[in-house]
């Protein structure tokens, strides 16, 4: 019997967040996420479900979702699994963008967090790839870094000189002070 080749493809899905280093404050802070779907096909292409998973310390912000700029639906959540289901339409040789906000808690730990989707066309899987036997979500990662000592603040200044550019740097006995072709 001959091998039956997997499903042709022509949809991919990228990721994007925003911000994407948040300094670790006692505040809570908003982050944007972006799923893009890619349909290369000259074909309509309908998803039936796009999955997220949040990383720790992130919570989805209710009523924030949109597709092709138009509000839909809450995602159904349970802990860190989102997802949305429906007909998620992308027309042929085109993209669609899922829009979602997340709040990212207070004092964070500092370290990476990466956002990551796939989605569903029946029981195919879609992510970044053409490939359907794959697992290969669109990630996005959101950096958190730590807050500044206090008094720490690093000035940095372009100066021309000689048709090139150097950097000043200044600041407290922690950051100790360099200057590059002063």
Partial sequence: YPVIPPPINSTTLSKSASPTVVVQTGSTTDVTFTVTINNTDEETVTLDEIRDVLPAG?????????????????????????????????PPLSS???????????????????????????????????????????????SVIATPPAG??????????????????????LFQTHCVAC
């Fill in 96 to 142: 669609r963008q899922l829009v979602f906000h997340a709040t990212l808690q207070a004092n964070p730990s500092v370290g990476t967090y990466d956002n990551c989707v796939t989605a569903r066309i029946g029981s195919t899987q879609i992510d970044t790839t053409a490939d359907t036997t794959d697992n290969a979500p669109a990630c996005a990662r959101v």
């Fill in 152 to 173: 720490g603040t690093i000035l940095i200044r372009k100066t021309a000189i000689g048709g090139g550019a150097t950097f000043s740097y200044t600041g407290n006995d």
């Fill in 58 to 90: 992130f919570t989805y912000a209710a009523g924030t979702s949109t597709f092709n700029g138009g509000a839909i639906g809450n995602p159904l959540v349970s802990g860190q699994n989102l997802t949305w289901t429906g007909s998620f339409v992308v």
